[in-house]
């Protein structure tokens, strides 16, 4: 729109510069007279012109960043075959997650995984080994003990009222505390939400403490949120890193 005005703007000046110049023509000026009046009025149409060029440019794609949501804290991670805890940084974009789990204190990094919702790569540093997989429950449940998804989480950590996924079971209006469950038709209960109350933060409110446990199995995630950030977001990027070796 503020191209088109300028446009028509400069279309209506040229069309009075127009009329000038025929009036010119005429015998209202003479001599020396008519000449400086005459390149007056045609010297200001090329600077306008000038400068409507130098103001109308095409949209440039690399203005338009995207926001981020990242949420620090802790994780604790339970299941049959570990026990993990550390401190997390929770990367959430339109085009995936990234979580990446750093030893308390010193804060060098354990593990990373990075999801959409039809890969998964997990960078383990403390073997130096990087894996691409296929995003399936299998894999799911194998890295993080229980099967949530990545547009799961999206949709839990926006204080919502209803959830596509789930079923609510139990909610407490005065804590925002909420409690959910993930139901299957024929295997029952699959994954059991816990949020105990909202927190203030500097870009909204987010969850102090989320619990996802699989019924059957005990395995549990334990989330406890510090704070919660929008950044501008970079692409997440699905490929083994060149200094990791790839695990057999």
Known sequence: MHEFNILMTFGAVSAVYLIVFFFLRSNVYEGSARKKVTFQFFIWPVILGLAACQTIQPPNPQNHTKTSQLYSGRILIQSEHENQTGDIELLLQDDGVRLRVLAPVIGSRIWELRANDSQILMYDFRDQSSSLHKN??????????????????????????????????????????????????????????????WQEGEAGLFPQKMK????????????????RQEIAGEPIVFEELPTLKPSS
């Open 136 to 197: 399936s429950m299998e894999i799911r449940e194998e890295f993080l003990g229980v099967d949530v998804k990545l547009g799961e989480i999206q949709e839990l950590l926006q204080q919502p009222t209803e959830v596509s996924f789930l079923e609510v079971v139990k909610r407490d209006e005065d804590q925002r505390a909420i409690k959910l469950v993930k139901r299957d038709s024929v295997l029952g209960d699959r994954l059991s939400i816990e949020i105990n109350r």
């Open 212 to 227: 996802l446990e699989d019924p059957f199995t005990g395995n549990k995630i334990i989330l406890v949120f510090r704070s």
